[in-house]
Nanobody, 123 residues
Framework: QLQLVESGGGLVQPGGSLRLSCAASGFGFYDYAMGWFRQAPGKEREGIAC????????YYVDSVRGRFTISRDNVKNMVYLQMNNLKSEDTAVYYC????????????????WGQGTQVTVSS
């Protein structure tokens, strides 16, 4: 079982950067694919980035590819999301999640979730 805690959200101007962190505690972090999701007001939760458990392959949705970078540290049990060139449409609550299977874009495909961290992009 894993417990996930996100941090690093906040208010940033368009074009700015933020780095989100997700600290995992519990057993077997390295056995999980780790994803980042976000949910804007009135919208469904969407998967935006994922890093595999086996070889560290990374996957992104088109809306963030080239601007966001996901990484993991299996020694520190951490997952990161570096977000650059932020846009107003990136405003959302961001969640990290752990999947015991493989990277996918479906919230139902993840076993554990953090509580979320708010990211607001506004001038």
């Amino acid at each position: 079982q894993l417990q996930l805690v996100e941090s690093g959200g906040g208010l940033v101007q368009p074009g700015g950067s933020l780095r989100l962190s997700c600290a995992a505690s519990g057993f077997g972090f390295y056995d999980y694919a780790m994803g980042w999701f976000r949910q804007a007001p009135g919208k469904e939760r969407e998967g935006i980035a994922c890093i595999s458990r086996v070889d560290g392959s990374t996957y992104y949705v088109d809306s963030v590819r080239g601007r966001f970078t996901i990484s993991r540290d299996n020694v520190k049990n951490m997952v990161y999301l570096q977000m650059n060139n932020l846009k107003s449409e990136d405003t959302a609550v961001y969640y990290c999640a752990a999947a015991s299977t493989k990277c996918n874009w479906y919230p139902g495909g993840y076993d554990y979730w953090g509580q979320g961290t708010q990211v607001t992009v506004s001038s």
